[in-house]
Each structure stands twice: as structure tokens, then as C-alpha cells.
Nanobody, 113 residues
Framework: QVQLVESGGGLVQAGGSLRLSCAASGIIVAFNAMGWYRQAPGKQRELVATIANGGSTNYADSVKGRFTISRDNAKNTVYLQMNNLKPEDTAVYYC???????WGQGTQVTVSS
């Protein structure tokens, strides 16, 4: 019954912005730590940002200052605001529940130069 659905990806020019959404069902976002990961072809999946159930956040050094993770408890949705995008941000972005083995299907982000 747990489902995570990512959306908001697309093609954007370098310097542009995108806002990714992770709509959750079967869990309460407010009661769980949530994270955004990304994976580029030929690379391992890497952690991008996390938000704890208490609201604290953490970011990979490569995105700190450019990306912001947040949640809307009323909508049971987690967001990733991505600003000043760079070509190296190109990847499939995935939503994940804390330490649970549940992933969304991902949304493609492509940043052109």
C-alpha cells in the first residue's frame, strides 16, 4: 500500500530551476524521515537531501545552497526546490522513506548547457 510518486522533472537550461514533488500514500510524511536521491547513468545512487520527522534538513555538499527540501504535511508531499541548476545535476531523482526499503519510480531531470 505504500506508494511514492515523483513528478516535476524535465528539461531545463543551466541556471534554471525546477521543483520536484513526491506524493506519498500509505505513510504519513510528517511521521517519517524522507530523502531525495539521484542517479546518473554509470554512477551510484547518491543522497541529495534529507528531512527528519522533526523538520531538520541535511544536504550533499554538491547541492548545498542551491537545493531546498521541504514538506507539506497537509498534502502529505515532500518537495525538492532546485535552483541554479548545473549540467552535472542531470540524473533520475528518487524519493525515499528514511530507513525503509521503499522508493518511487523516479523523475528525470536534464540540465542543458
Amino acid at each position: 500500500q505504500v506508494q511514492l510518486v515523483e513528478s516535476g522533472g524535465g528539461l531545463v537550461q543551466a541556471g534554471g530551476s525546477l521543483r520536484l514533488s513526491c506524493a506519498a500514500s500509505g505513510i504519513i510524511v510528517a511521521f517519517n524521515a524522507m530523502g531525495w536521491y539521484r542517479q546518473a547513468p554509470g554512477k551510484q545512487r547518491e543522497l541529495v537531501a534529507t528531512i527528519a520527522n522533526g523538520g531538520s534538513t541535511n544536504y550533499a555538499d554538491s547541492v548545498k545552497g542551491r537545493f531546498t527540501i521541504s514538506r507539506d504535511n497537509a498534502k502529505n508531499t515532500v518537495y525538492l526546490q532546485m535552483n541554479n541548476l548545473k549540467p552535472e545535476d542531470t540524473a533520475v531523482y528518487y524519493c525515499k522513506i528514511g530507513t525503509a526499503p521503499y522508493w518511487g519510480q523516479g523523475t528525470q531531470v536534464t540540465v542543458s548547457s
